[in-house]
């Protein structure tokens, strides 16, 4: 009887029907798009870094990973690969003997790690050769070559010509060998298209002169989740030896982008379900507010108090049933669609190129679990949103409910003086706004904190971004460098700035030029009694650098370079390590100078740095610019000059200004973008992702609130009705819809701001610790993970606006339905 | 009489409710003629057709056929903007219950239709005043509906239908919410603005006070008129 009854009330308001399951359903289907979106963006980071090269899960002898030497060659691969085939985890193996040699083509060569594969094994864990974009893949039986694309332009080679390969063998002999190239891959991952060199697994042991012998071996697993138990077994069946380490040790820097990404998209995330839980709960919240009447009349003839909360409780899971029908049907049919057409960010913002392992597109995943666990919330709020009002309804003494509560006394003295300078209709919806406080409470609490999720979830990003590039470009590159036009493609000493001095004092009295400091820089050997390490040695001027920079914030033992320390060098912890150097240890560095003359020097080492990038730390040497200089036979002139800006945000006008100061033909300035071309691709790609969660959100709110001023319009109909039999144009009634959204909405938005930006502002101090959440990743430079949110104008004012001007839209549709209320209908209207 | 103090003119109208495939005849073939001072009543039998023809008479509802004047001007094809400005400038409406807009004041109830016709303040406070003092609710002035009784808030809706001095007003009913006493003061007031301000009222009632104290009594009877009778004084 009573479900019955339920039935009988959500089919007798189809309006109010369609409106709470159309919050819903839009809510619902919102937020599965998002996790959908986020999940997918997330797994494809991970599956396209790791399906390229580095596979699931790798052996290696124990210690390769750290130092990958041929010492640590597997000399019989055999058994070993009969062992982990035998793992009913194990999809597939492919064995791989990889080590570091010379390619050269002309006067170019560079440094590359060469991996032999046996194609045919390969193809089964990895998808390298299907990344191949100029000539072929690999085949078994030739000597061909495949090369990275960045590689391969460094070197200026294409497909079907030569190059020349030169290295130490297992044996200590001198390797070398002429190869032509097969094909040239593109991974858009900086580690294998600027560094990999791939032949086949034959070719490459007799190089290495290690017939039979293996470095690794790389392993595709039937579900990569199984990542922990797998290395457990193996590490146990192997032994001691062995050491077996899954994706996330292979590649720290995807790890830890992965792991900050989930991060901080699950922070975004769950802002997003509380804005959501506010747009399905106002609407169900008025819906049953509005019914105190009906409620006061169903006690009035006896109803018990139990059986009126049960009956909304079953109507509102009638409506949240329906809800999750058209929710999960919507959400899970777009993310599906989706899922198989894939997003195209490149649509969204030209010349993005995207993050490491993540293509132009987006293929968003949709799962099982996360959709009941959403729909299990969303079912909770409406539920709850509906019991709310019914509980107060039910405590209400009948006569009163009937009467309604919406009585407005305390206003009713002021009444008189109001109507003169006011437009009517404004007084109407000023004192509407103020007569039925619980629905303005509502309206403007759940717009605002709309607003507030904004403001927060924009000054979050804002300030973790502003906060990477800043940390970033501290690091080493500052905000703008002046260079010689070709100097960052190889660093060549003679592609040298004049006259310094002169360009120094030019440059720093620009505006918003807050320092600047003279470098070297240039490709070197660093050697130590018992090993060599290519290196990137840069001269620094110790004082003027250290307000561009905080590389001397970054010494972990002894101490920074000091003026005048022409005997000195500073290297990076890793480096120390692999050259087995110590505090006060002599470094002999070798580099060509601009002369063409091979030029040497030896350093003490009195500084050691550590930072969070084990790329800085295993690869560079710091001296002073003087020692530098006469290392290079550079005389006075230096390599670049690194500028810190005042206001980064000012950086296009500051461009402007420098170039008009340091024009010369043949000089160019790089700004951090061009500097940190990966990072700058990090927040532009992030930006994207961002604006299209904002858009999703604003879907969200925007429906919210048309289904609000709907419910305030469908229980103001007899009033409406009332007004137009007066005579008040059609136009009067939307106006006042309107005027009312206006007002409430300016309530709504004020508050949010207010509420969001003191938010922001005291997080901006405080600083939210994510770092919890990185434990056990390495670092990205400039990630801290500790994010300091910061209210940025022009990413907080402009959505704010949006939500203003659509919401005013979206209560066009609502206030054109009041005006065109049949006004006899209206009056007969319950 | 002449055709000029006609103030209202139905000709054959008619209006069917359309309920799913069932057609309602809730007016049939109706033609009558309001005179300028009349004060009638609409009898009959509820669902008789009562409150569908004072809609009519007053451009809340168009009829399904026939054609009606207001002052001379066919209403029928009037557009929805039309309509409404006809009703500011010649229509007073009463309704038998919610009447008021909540959120106004007695005071501003009467002066909102003033307001509407761009009455200047001055004006619109004077009358206003007058009117409510005239109808013994002074005092009340600054109330909310909420805080008046039934018999108020009814005197307050007459108070606003007439203050804009409509060429017709149209109640609904207005004593069925009220006790006798309240209901006989109503018509008194409404009796006595029809005879010193010579303002025409046409309301339907199942009020056997109301029948006896009209001049003209229209009987209708599944939505024809059964009877027209005029009473001399
Ligand atoms: N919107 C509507 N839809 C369908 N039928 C309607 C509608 N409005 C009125 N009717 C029907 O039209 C007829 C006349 O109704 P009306 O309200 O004019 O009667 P009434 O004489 O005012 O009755 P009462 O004395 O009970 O107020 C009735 O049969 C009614 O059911
Ligand atoms: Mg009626």
């Known amino acids: 009887m009573l479900l019955g009854l339920a039935w009988r009330n959500v089919l007798r308001n189809r309006r109010r029907t369609a409106i709470t399951v159309s919050s819903i359903a839009i809510g619902l289907a919102a937020m599965t798009f998002l996790w959908g979106f986020i999940d997918g963006m997330n797994r494809q980071m991970i599956v396209n870094t790791t399906r390229f090269f580095a596979g699931d899960v790798q052996v290696h002898l124990k210690g390769y990973h750290d130092d990958p030497t041929l010492d640590l060659t597997i000399p019989e691969s055999g058994a070993v690969l009969r062992a982990v085939r035998g793992d009913p985890a194990v999809a597939a193996a492919s064995v791989r003997m990889e080590g570091k040699a010379l390619a050269s083509r002309g006067d170019k060569s560079r440094g590359v790690v060469v991996a032999g594969v046996a194609p045919q094994e390969e193809a089964k864990v990895t998808v390298l050769f299907e990344a191949v974009v100029e000539g072929g893949p690999l085949r078994a039986d030739e000597t061909g070559i495949l090369l990275g694309e960045k590689l391969a332009e460094a070197l200026g080679i294409h497909a079907g010509e030569e190059l020349v390969l030169v290295g130490q063998a297992y044996d200590g002999s001198v390797a070398s060998g002429r190869y032509p190239v097969r094909g040239v891959f593109r991974t858009k991952i900086d580690e294998l298209d600027g560094y990999l060199a791939v032949m086949s697994l034959d070719a490459v042991r007799e190089f290495f002169a290690a017939p039979g012998g293996a470095t690794a071996i790389a392993l595709r697993l039937r579900d990569r989740s199984e990542i922990a138990p797998v290395r457990a077994r193996l590490a146990t069946s192997m032994g001691e030896r062995y050491e077996v380490l899954g994706w996330p040790t292979l590649l720290p820097m995807v790890a830890v982008s992965v792991r900050f990404h989930e991060v901080v998209t699950y922070v975004v995330l769950l802002m997003f379900l509380v804005v959501v839980a506010a747009a399905v709960a106002n609407p169900v919240l008025m819906a049953v507010l509005e019914r105190t009447r009906e409620f006061g009349i169903m006690l009035a003839v006896g109803t018990s108090r139990g059986r009126l909360l049960r009956l909304v409780l079953q109507e509102a899971v009638l409506l949240g049933l329906a809800g999750l029908a058209a929710g999960n049907a919507l959400g899970l049919g777009l993310t599906a669609y989706f899922g198989r057409a894939g997003i195209d960010l490149g649509a969204f913002e030209a010349g993005l190129r995207t993050m490491p392992g993540l293509s132009d597109f987006i293929y968003p995943v949709v799962r099982a679990d996360r959709s009941l666990i959403l729909s299990a919330i969303v079912l909770a709020t409406a539920c709850i949103a509906a019991l709310y009002p019914a509980v107060n309804a039910a405590r209400l003494e009948p006569v009163e409910a009937i009467r309604g509560r919406a009585r407005a006394r305390a206003s009713a003295g002021h009444g008189a003086a109001a109507s003169t300078r006011w437009p009517v209709f404004v007084l109407i919806a000023a004192r509407n706004i103020l007569r039925n406080r619980r629905r303005t409470a509502i309206m403007v609490g759940g717009a605002a904190f709309s607003v507030l999720a904004f403001v927060f979830v924009f000054g979050f990003f804002d300030g973790f971004f502003d906060g990477m590039v800043e940390n970033s470009t501290r690091y080493l590159t500052g905000h703008v460098q002046l260079e010689r036009a070709g100097f960052r493609k190889d660093l060549a000493p003679e592609l040298a700035l004049d006259k310094p001095a002169e360009l120094l004092t030019r440059l720093r009295s620009v505006p918003n030029v807050a320092a600047a400091a003279p470098r070297v820089q240039a490709q070197a050997l660093a050697s130590s009694a018992t090993k060599s390490e290519g290196i990137v040695l840069i001269g620094i001027d110790p004082l003027p650098e250290r307000s561009v920079t905080f590389i001397h914030r970054t010494i972990v033992q002894g101490k920074a370079l000091d003026p005048g320390a022409d005997r000195e060098i500073v290297i990076g912890r890793k480096l120390a390590e692999r050259l087995r150097v110590r505090l006060g240890e002599k470094v002999v560095v070798m580099a060509q100078a601009a002369d063409g003359e091979l030029g040497t020097a030896a350093y003490r080492v009195s500084g050691i740095f550590a930072t969070e990038s084990s790329t800085f730390d295993s690869a560079i040497a710091y001296v002073t610019l003087p020692a530098a200089q006469s290392l290079l036979a550079l005389g006075a002139r230096v390599s670049t000059v690194n500028i810190r800006l005042g206001d980064r945000a000012a950086l296009e006008r500051t461009m402007e200004d420098l170039r008009r100061l340091a024009a010369a033909p043949g000089l160019v300035l790089a700004p951090w973008q061009e500097l940190l071309p990966q990072l700058d691709e990090m927040v532009r790609f992030n930006r994207v992702v961002s604006d299209i969660i904002l858009a999703v959100f604003l879907l969200v709110v925007a429906t919210a609130i048309m289904n609000t001023v709907f419910m305030a319009v469908a229980e103001r109909t007899r009033e409406f009705g009332v007004l137009m039999a007066l005579g008040t144009p059609p136009g009067a009634i939307r106006r006042m819809v309107v005027y009312e959204t206006i007002v409430l909405m300016t309530l709504a938005s004020l508050l949010g701001y207010g509420i969001g930006i003191a938010l922001v502002e005291y997080f901006g101090r405080q600083g939210i610790d994510l770092s919890g959440f990185f434990q056990g990743y390495a670092a990205i430079p400039g990630l801290t993970g500790i994010v300091y949110p910061k209210v940025l104008v022009a990413t907080t004012i402009p959505p704010g606006v949006a939500l203003l001007i659509a919401s005013v839209l979206v209560s066009l549709y609502p206030a054109a339905k009041a005006a065109r209320l049949d006004p006899v209908a209206a009056i007969r209207h319950a | ?233």
């Open chain 2, 1 to 233: 009489m002449s055709a000029d103090k006609v103030v209202v003119r139905l000709e054959q109208v008619a209006r069917v409710y359309r309920q799913n495939s069932l057609a309602v005849h809730a007016l049939r073939g109706i033609s009558l003629e309001i005179r300028k001072g009349d004060f009638a009543v609409l009898v009959g039998p509820s669902g008789s057709g009562k409150t569908t023809l004072l809609n009519v008479i007053g451009g809340l509802d168009t009829p399904t056929a026939g054609r009606i004047w207001v002052a001379g001007t066919e209403t029928g094809r009037m557009s929805k903007s039309k309509l409404a400005e006809m009703r500011l400038r010649k229509i007073g409406f009463v309704f038998q219950e919610f009447n008021l807009i909540p959120v106004l004041s007695a005071l501003e109830n009467v002066e909102f239709v003033m307001l509407l016709q761009g009455i200047p303040e001055a004006e619109r406070r004077v009358r206003s005043n007058a009117l409510l003092k005239e109808l013994g609710l002074q005092g009340l002035e600054h109330r909310r509906p909420s805080e008046l009784s039934g018999g108020q808030q009814q005197r307050v809706a007459v108070a606003r239908a007439i203050a804009a001095e409509p060429i017709i007003v149209l109640p609904d009913e207005p004593t069925a919410n009220l006790d006798s006493k309240a209901g006989g003061a109503l018509l008194d007031l409404m009796r006595r603005l029809n005879e010193q301000k010579g303002v025409t009222f046409v309301f339907s009632t199942h009020d056997p006070m109301v029948v006896e104290r009209a001049r003209r009594v229209v009987r209708l009877k599944d939505g024809e008129i059964e009877a027209d009778e005029r009473r001399p004084e």
